[in-house]
């Protein structure tokens, strides 16, 4: 009787070995790893974006470096866009240090323009 009982066990134990254990181990020894290039034009992925996920990924830009400051910035400006850019971002990146005056004539500049 208590045989029996031993080979149960023995059984069991290699059922638990076989059902449960090898397939975990066979996964991360044989499984390949993929990966894939998906080609997707930014336009298409931008279309298909809700408002908060452009909100989003705007904050990602911003904070990786690719935004500078609030305008964005293009290589094919000349020399005068380029002036232009810096100025802008001068003021935007130091609001806060600007007069009262100073914001009262860029307030009445940019209601004009409206």
């Known amino acids: 009787m208590s045989f029996d009982i031993f080979l149960w066990l023995i ?34 992925y931008i279309y298909e974006c809700s408002d908060y996920e452009i909100k989003e990924l705007i904050t990602e ?23 232009w850019t810096e100025m802008i971002n001068k003021i935007y990146k130091n609001r806060l240090l600007l007069s009262n005056e100073d914001e009262e004539i860029i307030r009445n500049i940019s209601k004009r323009l409206i």
């Open 61 to 83: 830009l911003k904070e990786g470096g690719y935004l500078k400051g609030g305008v964005i910035e293009t290589d094919d400006n000349n020399i005068i866009d380029d002036e």
């Open 11 to 44: 059984y069991f134990d290699i059922s638990i070995l076989i059902l449960y254990i090898c397939p975990i181990i066979l996964k991360q020894i044989i499984m390949p790893d993929f990966t894939a290039d998906i080609d997707i034009s930014p336009s298409d």
